[in-house]
């Protein structure tokens, strides 16, 4: 496999290039970027040859129509870049794999589905969920019938309040402008999820929410608009002060500063978007959002994601005719409760090393095993994802005009 990849940031680069370069065969040969740090750095990781690093997209299309030097993409750029990039991958004919959303406008997400329909290489959507482990055995004691026929979900994405300060109100996803809006570009795997537990279509969809806390009104008296100038740098729990050297947000070091110098860090934060108070950043999307779900077969659920939580995690209960299964992916704990009996059943899930849970390593196994000819991998193409996105875009139809949206595929 000669892979290019095509958005160098934490997903491309760190979540499935470098899990992808670890089996056999498997060469990096290209990369395309439009900041010349992030190709710097997956240049000297993957050894990239001058002649295929690419900060122009045409550039890169121009070349590799010309001499084919790759036969698998990796797109992971801003989700208002998916569409042009896709359709070219998809007339080159390339293995594709595509971060997820797959567009943030609706008519586009149709215009790959369709054009990806029938496919004959692989193409796969970055709804990582469906490949984990916990959500895998979930899924595996409802269809063994443990809780007996399905009537409801309670679905719940905990964004952490700190995750959520830095991508959705300082960070690349906190404009529904420039982006996607919340529900689309943080929970579109969580609609995959219900799909994927249920087994059904969606009928009807009801949501609400709105941008309530990070906004001017509630920024502290005295408070300045940067972290690093403020009266509140060492008491505020949304401070940058030491959140990227030995806070929680350790691990996005390098997107916040790809020198990993004390100098570059604090000019970042000086002037850039991850030094801002979090009451006075460009951000417009949802803070907190709640949506109720009308299935096929009278089962409902009910799925609702926040800012306010401690930690990142999700969390759900399932309820049968027979039973109820209560989880939460922190933990890795399945818990079962039949009705009838004094004793639960308590699975401990093996977590798998990586993001979501194991999930990115396990969708880039599925994906590699894929491109070899184990198409049964594919858990999440074209035609899979479709659904989960058009949820997306009918949840934010019935937040802003506050109406119940009947589903419609097409």
Not at 147 to 176: C, D, K, P, Q, T
Not at 208 to 214: D, I, K, V
Not at 220 to 247: M, N, W
Not at 323 to 330: K, N, S, V
Request: with cysteine; aromatic share 10%; proline share 2%.
């Amino acid at each position: 496999m000669k892979v290019a990849v095509v958005g160098c940031g934490n997903r491309g680069h760190e979540a499935y290039a470098k899990e992808l370069i670890q089996y056999e065969g498997v060469e990096i040969v290209a990369a395309l970027d439009w900041d010349q740090r992030k190709l710097d750095k997956v240049k000297k990781e993957f050894n990239i040859s001058d002649e295929y690093i690419f900060k122009d997209e045409k550039d890169f299309f121009d070349k590799l129509e010309k001499e084919k030097f790759a036969d698998t993409i990796i797109i992971a750029t801003y989700d208002r870049e998916h569409y042009d990039i896709t359709m070219k991958a998809l007339d080159m004919n390339l293995n594709i794999l595509l971060e997820k959303p797959i567009s943030p406008i609706r008519e586009e997400v149709l215009n790959i589905a369709n054009k990806a329909k029938d496919y004959e290489k692989v193409f796969m959507i970055c709804h990582v969920l469906r490949y984990s482990p916990f959500f895998r055995k979930i899924k595996e004691l409802i269809d063994e019938g443990a809780i007996g026929e399905l009537i409801n979900i309670n679905h719940n994405e905990n964004i952490g309040y700190f995750h959520f300060a830095h991508s959705f109100v300082r960070g690349n996803w906190r404009n529904s402008v420039e982006s996607s809006p919340l529900i689309l570009q943080k929970s579109c795997h969580d609609m995959d999820i219900l799909l994927y537990l249920t087994g059904k279509m969606p009928k009807s969809i009801s949501a609400y929410g709105s941008l309530t806390y990070f906004k001017e009104e509630n920024q502290p008296e005295g408070a300045a608009d940067r972290c690093l100038s403020c009266k509140y740098q060492d008491s505020c729990i949304f401070s940058v002060k030491d959140f990227y050297t030995i806070g929680r947000g350790r691990g996005w070091r390098a997107v916040v500063d790809p020198k990993i110098t004390d100098e570059s860090l604090k000019k970042a934060l000086e002037e850039g978007p991850y030094g801002r108070c979090v009451f006075k950043s460009d951000n417009d999307v949802c803070d907190h959002q709640s949506i109720a779900i009308q299935f096929e077969d009278e089962v409902s659920a009910t799925f609702n994601l926040s800012a306010f939580a401690k930690d990142v995690h999700r969390n759900i209960k399932i309820q049968g005719t027979k039973g109820e299964i209560i989880a939460d992916d922190l933990t890795q704990e399945i818990r079962v409760n039949v009705f009838g009996k004094d004793e639960d059943r308590l699975f401990k899930v093996n977590n798998m090393f990586g993001g979501h849970g194991g999930s990115d390593r396990a969708i880039i196994k599925a994906f590699y095993d894929a491109c070899n000819g184990s198409v049964d991998e594919v858990k999440t193409g074209a035609m899979e994802s479709l659904a989960s996105h058009l949820m997306c875009f009918d949840a934010e139809k019935s937040r802003k005009e506050k109406l119940m949206v009947e589903y419609n595929k097409y």
